[in-house]
């Protein structure tokens, strides 16, 4: 009986000290679009304070298009991934910092050999603070681009996650030719030049 007890409490505690950890850690999600989200999402998944990433589709007008679709360029969608964060971790300026120095915000509609409205630069702001910290994050590092920047800031209206086998595609595919001359360079410039927001 005494056993059975004991057992019970120290597993009381256990269970309330899990849950008060999770309940600690109050989570915000960021939306970005910078060329083919397989290159974010790689990236994002190795940053420090990300809890999650997600590919998908945003700022079209056609409802849950599919990855064909949103290719042909006609349902005004971009590629996106949704980034989950622990701001207490890493801020929301901070992602936009990496999110610079990953894609090529000068490039209309283009990143590369991706080329179309669906690897624009854009940034989906989830609130007005957002809006605002993407607004003064394009005025600080305007100055470190030869032209102008065209990334485009909008409200994120719906996000439609894309279809399984383009989720942690990177890490399901490492050695698939886009992902070893494209997104494995990425990855490697953004360990390099930020080692201290590396996970």
Request: hydrophobic share 40%; glycine share 6%.
């Amino acid at each position: 009986m005494k056993k059975a007890f004991f057992l019970s409490m120290a597993l009381l505690i256990v269970n309330t000290h899990f849950f008060a950890k999770e309940n600690l850690m109050k989570t915000e999600v960021a939306t970005l679009g910078g060329g083919c989200f397989w290159c974010l999402e790689a990236v994002f998944e190795e940053t420090r304070g990300v809890v999650d990433v997600v590919n998908g589709y945003a700022g079209g007008d056609v409802k849950a298009p599919s990855y064909e679709q949103v290719s042909r360029g006609t349902t005004g969608h971009a590629e996106v991934v949704q980034i989950t964060f622990d701001p207490a971790i890493i801020s929301y300026e901070a992602l936009l910092k990496i999110f610079w120095l990953i894609h090529d915000p000068t490039s209309l509609n283009r990143q590369g050999n991706d080329a179309g409205t669906q690897y624009r630069s854009v940034i989906f702001y989830h609130d007005v603070n957002q809006k605002e910290k993407a607004e003064a994050s394009i005025k600080e590092f305007s100055s470190k681009f030869t032209k102008p920047i065209v990334t485009e800031i909008k409200p994120l209206e719906t996000f439609y996650k894309a279809e399984a086998y383009h989720q942690d595609y990177f890490k399901n595919n490492p050695n698939q030719g886009y992902c070893m001359f494209v997104v494995s360079p990425k990855v490697a410039h953004f360990k390099h030049e930020y080692q201290d927001l590396v996970k």
